[in-house]
């Protein structure tokens, strides 16, 4: 009789193993999408039916992969990590599953409207955002305090390259200023397109003609240049987000212009040296405010070639949930709660006590406008990237070229015209161009 009560649980566990779902995702390698993949386990408790396999990848290679992916429809991955950029596009291309019928306690509603918009197409909302952001003006007021430099709300960049200047100390491993260098449209050319914006410039035309050996695109470049390769840390072309994340909360830094979302890390003692002692202004401009700083969101969705569309789901709408928010909140530091998604993350007391970036954040995600990037007119959405489908490849392009600039290899004027010359091609190709 025990021999037979044995054979049956062995038979039911198998029959429950075999019955157990697994899905795959594909994410970036940044601290909030790790912080998901360690909570995982309370999903899977809860859940009991799916098993979550995480495949982490660096920006770039992230992109690579899951653009491919998609496109030809391989069915790799069941949850993609993906964009602003990308949603309402793949949305229009019926490359994503629609998210309808979420739970009533999911309450959409809550969720940012300018957030919910930017991962729509024709009102049809097709990923659900784990983070927003923006980007801001990150220095260490400690040491700005001590040197008696007064930061104001709205710095230019005049007084950032005197402060770069003046703090600058390589021998003592302190540099003036990091900024991403990294080559790629979501990585270099992220922070460049919001600079280039301020200086006046644009990516096009009205008529679609790039706009690299512009005055505006020449006076952007050449600033970032001196800034990067006279008061930035050594071999800048090879950091990006993350890496310039580290750079910062281990105190190497005076000065970051880069996203939002890394407000709650630098302030959270577990993850900073510096927890406490950045201050916080927006980004800088220099002729115009206007695209000054972009507007962006890290968002779960899922691909029409999945064949676990309804375990996906219930994934990411736990893992975007106010329940997620709160848990992140209890186990990790309220500080280091998602940002820039819900409202009631921004009426939460505990929230707001432990970040004291929250005001500026949701001011800074509230007032970035797509619709309006820069102070000239352009045919295009998007405040540090181009909505057309064409951009993954200009700005990766283009982004090249500017590293090239950085590491030596060409001038401002020589390589801005090898991205010129390069993406009139690319528009000539798709028709844009005659």
């Given at each position: 009789?025990?021999?037979?009560t044995?054979l049956?649980?062995?038979?039911l566990?198998?029959?429950?193993?075999l019955?157990?779902t697994?899905i795959?995702?594909?994410?970036?390698?940044n601290?909030?999408?790790?912080?998901?993949?360690?909570l995982?386990p309370?999903?899977?408790?809860?859940?009991?039916?799916i098993k979550?396999?995480?495949?982490?990848?660096?920006?770039?290679?992230l992109?690579?992969?899951?653009?491919?992916?998609?496109?030809?429809?391989?069915?790799?991955?069941?949850i993609?990590?993906i964009?602003?950029?990308e949603?309402?596009?793949?949305?229009?291309?019926?490359w994503?599953?629609?998210?309808t019928?979420?739970?009533?306690?999911?309450?959409l509603?809550?969720?940012?409207?300018?957030?919910?918009?930017?991962?729509?197409?024709?009102?049809?909302l097709?990923?659900l955002?784990?983070?927003?952001?923006?980007?801001?003006?990150?220095?260490?007021?400690?040491?700005?305090?001590?040197?008696r430099?007064?930061v104001?709300?709205?710095p230019s960049?005049?007084q950032v390259?005197n402060?770069?200047?003046?703090l600058h100390?390589?021998?003592?491993g302190?540099?003036?200023i990091?900024?991403r260098?990294?080559?790629?449209?979501?990585?270099?050319?992220?922070?460049?397109?919001?600079?280039?914006?301020?200086?006046?410039?644009?990516?096009?035309?009205?008529?679609?003609?790039?706009q690299?050996t512009?005055?505006?695109w020449?006076?952007?470049?050449q600033?970032y240049v001196?800034?990067v390769?006279?008061?930035g840390?050594?071999?800048?072309?090879?950091?990006g987000?993350?890496e310039?994340?580290?750079l910062?909360?281990?105190?190497?830094?005076?000065?970051?212009?880069?996203?939002?979302?890394?407000?709650?890390?630098?302030?959270?003692?577990?993850?900073?040296?510096?927890?406490?002692k950045?201050?916080?202004?927006?980004?800088?401009?220099?002729?115009t405010?206007?695209g000054?700083?972009?507007?962006?969101a890290?968002?779960?969705a899922?691909?029409?070639?999945?064949?676990?569309?309804?375990?996906?789901?219930t994934?990411?709408?736990?893992?975007?949930?106010?329940e997620?928010?709160?848990?992140?909140?209890?186990?990790?530091?309220?500080?280091?709660?998602?940002p820039?998604?819900?409202?009631?993350?921004y009426e939460?007391?505990?929230y707001?006590?432990?970040?004291?970036?929250?005001?500026?954040?949701?001011?800074?995600?509230?007032?970035?406008?797509?619709?309006q990037?820069?102070?000239?007119?352009?045919?295009y959405t998007?405040i540090q990237?181009?909505?057309?489908?064409?951009?993954?490849?200009?700005?990766t392009?283009?982004?090249q070229e500017?590293?090239?600039?950085?590491?030596?290899r060409?001038?401002?004027?020589?390589?801005?015209?090898r991205a010129?010359?390069?993406?009139?091609?690319?528009?000539?190709?798709?028709?844009y161009?005659?």
């Open positions: 009789m025990r021999f037979k044995l049956i649980g062995s038979t566990l198998a029959s429950l193993a019955a157990q697994t795959t995702i594909a994410t970036v390698n601290p909030d999408m790790i912080t998901m993949q360690k995982t309370e999903f899977e408790k809860a859940n009991p039916g979550v396999n995480w495949v982490i990848l660096p920006e770039n290679e992109r690579q992969k899951v653009t491919t992916d998609i496109a030809t429809n391989a069915g790799s991955y069941d993609l990590t964009g602003t950029y949603t309402p596009m793949w949305g229009k291309n019926g994503l599953v629609e998210l019928d979420l739970p009533e306690s999911y309450d509603n809550d969720v940012l409207k300018s957030v919910r918009d930017a991962l729509s197409y024709q009102g049809k097709f990923a955002p784990f983070y927003a952001e923006s980007s801001i003006f990150y220095y260490r007021k400690d040491i700005f305090e001590q040197r430099i007064t104001p709300n709205q960049w005049d390259l402060w770069a200047r003046t100390n390589p021998r003592q302190f540099y003036g990091c900024l260098g990294l080559p790629g449209w979501g990585e270099n050319m992220a922070f460049i397109g919001t600079l280039v914006n301020t200086y006046g410039g644009r990516w096009f035309d009205e008529n679609w003609r790039p690299f512009s005055p505006e020449k006076q952007a470049i600033r001196e800034l390769t006279r008061y840390p050594p071999g800048v072309t090879g950091n987000f993350t310039n994340l580290t910062m909360s281990e105190g190497k830094c005076a000065m970051w212009i880069d996203a939002t979302v890394a407000a709650g890390f630098l302030e959270n003692p577990r993850t900073s040296k510096v927890a406490g950045i201050g916080y202004a927006r980004p800088p401009v220099a002729v405010p206007r000054s700083h972009w507007l962006w890290w968002a779960l899922i691909p029409k070639s999945s064949k676990k569309i309804d375990a996906a789901k994934f990411i709408a736990w893992a975007t949930s106010k997620y928010i709160a848990l992140v909140g209890r186990t990790q530091g309220w500080v280091s709660a998602p820039g998604t819900r409202r009631s993350t939460n007391p505990n707001l006590q432990a970040a004291p970036f929250a005001r500026t954040v949701l001011n800074l995600i509230s007032q970035a406008n797509p619709n990037p820069t102070l000239k007119p352009v045919p998007g990237y181009v909505s057309i489908p064409e951009f993954q490849a200009i700005g392009r283009v982004g500017i590293a090239g600039i950085v590491a030596g060409a001038s401002v004027d020589a390589g801005l015209a010129q010359a390069a993406v009139e091609r690319i528009m000539r190709d798709a028709g161009l005659r």
